[in-house]
């Protein structure tokens, strides 16, 4: 992979030369050579960062069975490829074969709309991620000075999608998946916001370049060993996998708002769900734990090491913990968190005011 | 309120989380339980009390089996069947009827092999008796003496 985003890099710096040096900005008051370099470039950062999103999709969900299947002492997929790696692109296959299922009295165009509202901030999310560097180029799709605006924008967005695919459904146990879920996330995102501010104070801006490169002395889980765990379960909150599965718990709500959902629509809502969990742990690993800072390794593989380590705790924490009540979800988010995060809050600032630009 | 009833505290309730979280995550090195059947199989007992075998030879034909089967399973069937010379002087009062064993319904309760007189009905480990068709689960005598994997193939099976 580093080869190819190498590969990237060079292209790019090479349509960048060419258009600075030689293609001219206008003729005649008319924009030449500008479109034609960018739209290039443009067509192989989209199919980048999809197959980026998709094989960690696929990656994800095959440890994810392989997992569960050794904590269960079972032996998991193993028909399909080798190991049963390829299970997941058999499943896909067998969801596209499905029949196009839709409830009588669910709102059609909502309904349709709700797993693309799920899926897509997924991928986008994935063109803020700095996966690295060579020498001087940057390996992100996208870099600007408000990258983690941009991450924690496009992560809220995924939430409207399954309230509007509860609503849609017209379905007592949808709506109250739906609901749920809008509590839950209104609860946890407030301190996952609050310990976000603390590690742009820390880092000195809102770039998620600049926040890696700013834990090249001491990575920020150290000083905000508090910030560290409220945005961590947050990210367990929002991904809804156990211990906080209750927008789809599967024994009391038929799996709340994705009920009604079956065949593609279903896939895209499960592939939304692992793309977010590829995307979490990355986001996780960049924000508090150095990102592809590291020595011996190109940045690319300690990114991916990082990044493992918590696919891994979330899978461990999926299989091996109970649900919580719905009430205790709230109290954890808004009694216990937010005091957290906000303490967490005053240390770093306390941080950013004695040692100044130490961070 | 004794201590095993006091509500734990928060710090307790993490320790216990943690502590879960870390027995499933030992789980995860133990060996599997799951065997690939088709491909490698299980190594069953000697005592194993699978499937109805018979040796025709020993077989007299007293029906006994046939009146201990608690669900009428065995039923005996007329046969002709080449005796030995021998035989037939060891067992002179030999009827020509054999027991025939639907697999079926079969529970592997024992009974005929602890009641037979001779010998004849055992319940060996063989476990794979897989048909497609219904009418092919009563076995014959002849197919009783024979293995499981020696029948395969036979009668559209």
């Not at chain 1, 809008?182 to 946890?188: L, N, R």
């Not at chain 1, 801006?205 to 765990?229: H, K, M, T, W």
């Not at chain 2, 979280?21 to 339980?33: C, D, Q, S, V």
């Amino acid at each position: 992979m580093n080869l190819f985003f190498f590969l990237m890099s060079i292209l790019y710096g090479i349509l960048k030369f060419l258009h600075i040096n030689f293609i001219p900005y206008s003729y005649n008051g008319i924009p030449v050579g500008l479109w034609i370099a960018y739209l290039i470039v443009a067509a192989v950062e989209v199919v980048l960062v999809f197959a980026i999103a998709m094989v960690a999709v696929i990656i994800i969900v095959y440890v994810f069975r392989k997992y569960m299947a050794d904590v269960q002492n079972r032996i998991g997929p193993n028909r399909i490829g080798p190991w049963g790696s390829l299970q997941l692109i058999a499943d896909v296959f067998k969801l596209l074969q499905k029949q196009d299922l839709m409830p009588t009295s669910a709102d059609r165009l909502a309904f349709k709309v709700a797993p693309y509202i799920i899926f897509t901030p997924v991928i986008l999310g994935f063109v803020v991620i700095p996966f690295g560097n060579v020498s001087i180029l940057n390996l992100m799709v996208v870099n600007f000075n408000y990258t983690i605006l941009f991450l924690i924008a496009f992560m809220t967005v995924a939430p409207v999608g399954e309230i509007i695919g509860g609503l849609a459904s017209h379905n007592k146990f949808s709506l109250y998946g739906a609901m749920r879920s809008a509590a839950q996330d209104m609860g946890f995102e407030v301190p996952m916001l609050i310990s976000l501010i603390s590690v742009i104070i820390l880092a000195g801006s809102y770039s998620a370049n600049d926040i890696v490169i700013a834990q090249r002395v001491i990575p920020f889980i150290i000083p905000e060993i508090l910030g560290f765990i409220v945005f961590f379960l947050a990210m367990i909150a929002r991904q809804s996998i156990p211990p906080f599965d209750l927008p789809e718990s599967g024994s009391e709500l038929v799996s709340g708002f994705s009920t009604e959902y079956s065949g593609m629509r279903y896939g895209i809502l499960y592939m939304g769900n692992f793309g977010f969990m590829a995307l979490a742990s990355f986001v996780v690993a960049v924000i508090y734990l150095g990102g592809w800072e590291g020595p011996i390794f190109p940045g690319t593989v300690w990114l991916v090491i990082k990044g493992a380590v918590f696919i891994i705790i979330f899978l461990l924490t999926w299989v091996s913990l109970g649900r919580v009540r719905i009430d205790q979800l709230l109290n954890i988010g808004w009694k216990y968190l937010l005091p957290l995060s906000i303490i967490n809050l005053l240390i770093s600032a306390g941080i950013a005011l004695y040692f100044g630009g130490v961070f | 309120m004794t201590d095993s009833q006091k509500t734990p505290g928060p710090l307790e309730g993490i320790a216990g989380i943690v502590k879960g979280m870390w027995t499933i995550f030992k789980e995860g090195f133990k060996p599997k339980i799951t065997v690939q059947v088709p491909e490698e199989k299980l190594e069953y007992p000697e005592r194993t009390t699978g499937r109805v075998f018979l040796n025709l030879d020993t077989c007299i034909g007293c029906t006994l089996c046939e009146q201990i089967c608690p669900n009428g399973t065995i039923r005996m069937v007329d046969l002709h069947y080449e005796k030995k010379q021998e035989f037939d002087k060891k067992y002179p009062n030999k009827r020509e009827i054999y027991p025939s064993v639907d697999v079926s319904t079969c529970i592997h309760c024992n009974l005929c092999e602890e009641i037979c007189p001779t010998g004849a009905i055992t319940l060996e480990a063989e476990v794979e008796e897989v048909h497609f068709k219904r009418k092919n689960t009563r076995y014959t005598p002849e197919q009783l003496s024979r293995k499981e994997a020696e029948l395969w193939g036979e009668d559209e099976r």
